[in-house]
C-alpha cells in the first residue's frame, strides 16, 4: 500500500489536473486517510514488507513505512515504539531437479487442432507463421495460447507500444503505395512522395484512425509518431536506391497465399500469411527477381552466412530450433507461401530491420536466389515440424530455455 497508480481513464494526466478532475494523486490521498486512521486506536500494529525481488514483489519499501520511521516515531515518543526486524527462513540444504512440463493430449485438445486441418465437416482455419514460432519457440506456450486460449488482460493502450507502433507503420507503407500498385517505381515517383509531406501526415493521421488509438497527439506518443513518421520517410529513401522496381502485391489479407501442407499421415493443414510487400526488382547482374519483404520493429537475427556453405536439408536446422532466429523464419514462410503460388520464378527474400534501418534491407542467404532445393528442404522440415504438432499422441513438451520465455506473458507459470 498504497496500490500501483493503473489509470484506466481515455482522459490523459495533465488534462485530468488542468480541469481538476481526480489524479491518481487524490487516490494516493485516499488510501494515506484510511491508513492512518486504522493506525489511530490500534494498540499492536504488524506491517510486512517484502525485501526479495520476486514474483511477488519488489524490494522497496512502501513510503508509508518510512513516514512512520522518520515522523510518527519522533512525534509519539515515549508513547509509541517502532522494532524493525529482519526475517529470512533457512536456505534449504536438499536440491530439486525441476521436470519440464508436459501435457498429453486429450480429445478435447484434439478437436481443437483439427479445425486446422481439410476435414470434411468444416472449413479449416489459417495456421500462420505467428503460433508456428510460438511452437517453436516453446510447445507448451503454443498449447496455453492457442488451444487453452489463455490470452493476456486486454486493456486500453494510452501509450504507443511496439505492436501498435508496428500496425501504424506497416498500414501507412500500404496507403503511400497502394496507388501505384502493380506500376513501377521511379525516382520520380518516390521524390514526389518525399517532397509531400503533408501526404504522409494525412496517411499516418488515417492509420492511427483504423487503429482506434486517439491518444497520439501529444507528450510521448506524440514523438514516437514524429519517430514514425522519420521511418516512413527512410523507407522511402533506401527504396530509392533500387529503382526502377515494379510493385506487385501489397499487404493482401485474403486467400491468395493459402496452401495446403500434406502432413506425414496424409491429412492435410491449410497454411496462410500475410506479406508486406512484394516487388519486382532488378539484381546487380540485371537479372528480374521477385523479392519478399518483411517490415519488423524488433530486433532482427539471422542465421551466420557461415551457414550458406551448408546443403539446403542441414541449413534450415537453426531456424526451426532457435526462437531468436523468429524474422528469419517468417520472412522464409513469407517467401515459400509465394514459391507455392509462383513456382519457376526467382525469388529473394529479406526483412526491413527498422531498429537498424540505416543498413537497409537484411537479406537472407546473403541476397542469393532462394532456388527449389531450398524451398523443397523448409517445406519438409516444416512437414515435421506440423506432423508432430498435429500427432494426436504426442505430447506438449516444455523447452528447457529460460531465454524462450523472456518476453512470455506465461513465464511464471513454468519453472526452470
Known amino acids: 500500500i498504497p496500490a500501483k497508480s493503473q489509470s484506466q481513464s481515455f482522459i490523459p494526466f495533465n488534462l485530468r489536473k488542468g480541469f481538476g478532475m481526480p489524479t491518481f494523486l487524490d487516490q494516493d490521498a485516499i488510501y494515506a486517510y484510511h491508513f492512518y486512521h486504522l493506525l489511530q486506536r490500534a494498540k499492536n500494529v504488524y506491517l510486512l514488507y517484502n525485501t526479495e525481488v520476486d514474483k511477488m514483489g519488489s524490494s522497496e519499501k512502501s513510503r508509508f513505512l518510512l513516514q512512520i520511521e522518520e515522523e510518527l516515531a519522533y512525534v509519539g515518543k515515549g508513547h509509541i515504539k517502532v522494532h524493525k526486524h529482519i526475517v529470512s527462513a533457512a536456505l534449504p540444504t536438499e536440491t530439486y531437479d525441476t521436470k519440464r512440463l508436459i501435457i498429453a493430449k486429450n480429445e478435447d485438445i484434439n478437436e481443437k487442432l483439427r479445425r486446422y486441418l481439410n476435414l470434411p465437416e468444416h472449413e479449416p482455419k489459417k495456421l500462420t507463421p505467428t ?30 507500444n511496439p505492436r501498435i507502433l508496428g500496425n501504424i507503420l506497416h498500414r501507412t507503407m500500404e496507403l503511400l503505395y497502394l496507388p501505384y500498385k502493380n506500376e513501377v517505381i521511379t525516382e520520380i515517383i518516390l521524390n514526389k512522395l518525399l517532397s509531400n509531406e503533408k501526404h504522409i501526415d494525412r496517411q499516418l493521421n488515417k492509420a492511427f484512425k483504423e487503429e482506434k488509438f486517439t491518444h497520439h ?18 523507407i522511402l529513401e533506401n527504396d530509392k536506391q533500387d529503382v526502377p522496381f515494379q510493385l506487385v502485391d501489397l499487404e493482401r489479407n485474403d486467400d491468395k497465399y493459402n496452401v495446403f501442407l500434406t502432413l506425414k499421415d496424409g491429412r492435410e493443414v491449410l497454411l496462410s500469411g500475410i506479406v508486406d510487400r512484394v516487388d519486382k526488382v532488378s539484381l546487380e547482374d540485371g537479372t ?9 520493429t524488433g530486433n532482427i537475427t539471422l542465421a551466420s552466412k557461415m551457414k550458406l556453405k551448408l546443403k539446403a536439408n542441414y541449413y534450415f536446422n537453426d531456424y526451426f530450433a532457435q526462437t531468436d532466429l523468429k524474422a528469419g523464419f517468417q520472412a522464409y514462410f513469407y517467401a515459400y507461401l509465394f514459391w507455392r503460388k509462383n513456382k519457376n520464378v526467382p525469388i529473394i527474400a529479406g526483412i526491413y530491420a527498422l531498429k537498424s534501418i540505416n543498413q537497409g534491407i537484411k537479406y537472407l542467404r546473403d541476397k542469393q536466389i532462394i532456388t527449389d532445393d531450398f524451398f523443397e528442404a523448409f517445406e519438409e522440415k516444416l512437414r515435421d515440424l506440423l506432423s508432430e504438432l498435429f500427432d494426436e499422441t504426442y505430447p506438449f513438451k516444455q523447452i528447457e530455455t529460460e531465454k524462450n520465455y523472456e518476453y512470455s506473458p506465461y513465464k511464471d507459470l513454468v519453472d526452470f
Open 131 to 160: 503460433p508456428i514460432s510460438t511452437y517453436i519457440s516453446c510447445p507448451v506456450q503454443f498449447y496455453l495460447k492457442y488451444l487453452a486460449e489463455l490470452y493476456e488482460l486486454e486493456k486500453v493502450d494510452e501509450d504507443i
Open 217 to 234: 497527439k501529444e507528450g510521448k506518443n506524440l514523438l514516437l509518431k514524429k519517430v514514425i513518421k522519420r521511418l516512413l520517410i527512410k
Open 288 to 296: 528480374q527477381v521477385y523479392r519478399i519483404l518483411d517490415y519488423k
